[in-house]
């Protein structure tokens, strides 16, 4: 369907476009192809978005998250990194099935949508369902089977969690018109070895895909593996060839300045999650020192189990504000800077950049609305300015991906939201809480 956006402030994150106060966005056959101040003449559409008081911009891209952790939100919260994973929340996710990981799936992903989110980034198991999920409820999504090997029997392609990621790339790499891509992953050095590392490693090069995993989270996982290996993290999984351009390392929190070199060499992008970080008392990864070191730095919300939302407007203003004051610099990670964490460097980290994350003719139609009309966003003086410090989820008023509007005004397009609550109730919770 064509949809025409009229006289809608524009924020379009090109050098092309920048900021238009007023102007046009036609979308046909799932891509923008027109953006301007002056919409041509003999311009139709068969619908036509009124845009006073509102304000486009790309959708948001979620770089790292856990979408079926959906149904761990609260579950345990105050709780150190280790604690958290090994005593509640494993246990837990040991009695999932892959009906419990869709529902919740979907959960999830009607969260990221309502909050405008348009695209993610996810690691997790059981994926077929996730794959499902994504690809009934229309967003965008790289998922990642995240392989793990506790060395009890030599690693080979029979190693189910390797087998698994290997079918999930040959059932739903490029399915559902391209929205879903399948990526490569490692969960983390602390759980696997080097001949995991090295298999995924080469099966990601081989097929041309990108690769996900953790690095460096906690300091306790740093030093562990440096006592370990008289190596960091990142040294080791770099031997194993898991950094390349098309990795996207997530957190990165007790990085050494010659990790920060490594990556920036081999061209890694960084998911930086400020919300979980804190919450799990990780600590700050140095993001200034990333983006001096020409790294790209996304942004991600990691789970619910550990944020305890998808709101990634949360993680803009944070991924803004942090930095500031730890560094006492308040010229430190920019408005601008920010925004482009998630939505140009979130793209690029997915191996979509040009395809999603900038308001711009030829690119897909993924965006949000913004409503501009209640009290915390008038006066707007400055839309950037406004968007990454005053905007949260609940201004979002439409979500489009490819074109169809996903989200509009409260009510969803693809999701049975009160099916969907009944079926955690009646499928979900039995099964994981008793």
């Not at 070895?193 to 080469?202: G, N, Q, S």
């Not at 070199?261 to 930086?272: G, P, T, Y």
Request: charged letters at 20%; aromatic letters at 8%.
């Amino acid at each position: 369907m064509s949809v025409l956006f009229k006289d809608i402030s524009i924020l379009s994150m090109t050098k092309k476009h920048g900021f238009i106060q007023k102007g046009s966005v036609l979308v046909e056959d799932g891509k923008i192809v027109f953006v301007g101040e002056k919409l041509p003449e003999g311009v139709s559409a068969k619908r036509i978005i009124s845009g006073e008081g509102k304000l486009l911009l790309p959708g948001l891209v979620n770089a790292h998250t856990h979408l079926p952790m959906a149904a761990l939100r609260g579950y345990a919260d105050d709780y150190p990194l280790q604690t958290w994973l090994f005593e509640h929340v494993f246990p837990v996710e040991a009695r999932l099935n892959e009906e419990c990981v869709e529902i919740c799936a979907k959960i999830g992903i009607a969260e990221a949508i309502a909050s405008g989110t348009t695209s993610v980034s996810d690691m997790y198991f059981f994926c077929n369902g996730i794959a499902r999920a994504v690809a009934e409820t229309g967003i965008r999504a790289n998922l990642s089977r995240a392989v793990t090997w506790d060395q009890s029997a030599p690693f080979t392609k029979e190693n189910v969690r390797f087998a698994e990621a290997i079918s999930l790339y040959e059932t739903w790499h490029n399915a559902a018109c391209g929205r879903i891509r399948v990526d490569a992953a490692v969960h983390a050095e602390y759980t696997s070895a080097f001949d995991a590392w090295k298999a995924v490693a080469e099966f990601a090069a081989e097929k041309g895909i990108g690769l996900q995993f953790h690095l460096s989270e906690t300091r306790s996982e740093h030093d562990a593996c440096v006592a370990k290996y008289g190596k960091t993290p990142a040294q080791v999984l770099d031997e194993a060839g898991l950094l390349t351009e098309r990795s996207l390392a997530a957190h990165c929190v007790f990085l050494t300045d010659e990790d920060i070199s490594l990556l920036a060499e081999r061209k890694v992008s960084i998911a930086h999650n400020p919300v979980s970080n804190l919450k799990l008392a990780s600590g700050v990864a140095p993001v200034p020192k990333f983006l001096q070191a020409g790294i790209h730095v996304a942004l991600g919300t990691d789970s619910v189990a550990s944020n305890n939302n998808l709101d990634l407007f949360e993680e803009i203003k944070l991924a803004a504000i942090l930095h500031k004051g730890v560094h006492e610099d308040a010229a430190l990670v920019n408005a601008e800077t920010a925004l482009t964490m998630a939505t140009v460097n979130g793209a690029r980290a997915q191996g979509r950049q040009g395809e999603t994350g900038v308001i711009l003719e030829g690119a897909c139609a993924d965006v949000i609305v913004l409503s501009l009309d209640r009290p915390g966003m008038v006066p707007c003086h400055n839309a950037l300015s406004a968007t990454v410090y005053v905007a949260n989820g609940s201004d979002v008023c439409l979500t489009m991906v490819d074109g169809q509007i996903l989200y509009e005004n409260g009510a969803f397009t693809t999701i049975d939201w009160p099916k969907l609550k009944r079926q955690f109730e009646k499928i979900v919770k039995p099964q994981l809480f008793g």
